[in-house]
């Protein structure tokens, strides 16, 4: 999980300048005023993990990263990056 121009940190740090990955699994971006949702299309990394091994079902997934502040809301402006289609077999 890539980042530029800031970093990552724990969940539960206040910083504008670091935040922790989400990663959404065939969804949309979620509304950015909110708390990301925590369930199996939100993948919360509160530990501040820049890499993870997910397990999906076969067939077509998307994939797109939103980052969270201490409370896992969206910054503003947020940051998430394009979302992507993988195919798993
Ligand atoms: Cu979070």
Redesign the pocket.
């Known amino acids: 999980m890539g980042l530029r121009n800031m970093g990552v940190c724990p969940?539960g740090i206040e910083s504008t300048k670091c935040g922790?990955h989400?990663l959404l699994v065939d969804v949309d971006l979620p509304p950015m005023d909110k708390?990301?949702p925590?369930d199996k299309n939100h993948l919360?990394?509160?530990a501040g993990e820049t890499d993870a091994r997910i397990e999906l079902p076969p067939g077509k997934h998307t994939l797109q990263l939103l980052l969270?502040d201490a409370k896992?809301v969206p910054f503003d402006p947020p940051l998430y990056s394009k979302k992507i289609t993988i195919t798993v077999k």
Request: net charge neutral.
């Open positions: 969940k922790h989400h708390e990301i925590s919360h990394f509160g969270g896992h």
